[in-house]
């Protein structure tokens, strides 16, 4: 009930949404497809098998479901804690 108190849940929920729309468009400029278009900090993004391995080696995601025989949606989540700096690695990583 608190979280819902004088705006907290948005207030602090506000970097992750933030950076999670930042995430959505540096993916989208980069012609990846998407599992659902999300408003969350979840954002669902399918990678062919080679690019899960490869992106995998210096970053997290979640495997969330098969799509074909060489692709699969993965989560991607942004925090409270995640930053500009965060979101600039991962365009250098994909």
């Not at 468009?25 to 899960?52: C, H, V, W």
């Not at 060489?70 to 690695?89: G, L, M, N, P, Q």
Request: with cysteine.
């Amino acid at each position: 009930e608190a979280l819902f108190t004088d705006d907290l849940y948005f207030k602090i929920s506000k970097n992750a949404i933030d950076r999670a729309e930042e995430l959505k468009a540096l993916f989208k400029s980069r012609g990846y497809e998407f599992f659902i278009d999300s408003p969350t900090n979840q954002q669902f993004i399918i990678l062919t098998d080679e690019q899960m391995k490869e992106i995998g080696k210096k970053c997290r995601f979640c495997f969330w479901e098969r799509i074909d025989e060489s692709r699969c949606a993965v989560r991607f989540a942004t925090s409270f804690a995640t930053t500009k700096e965060d979101i600039a690695a991962l365009a250098e990583i994909i």
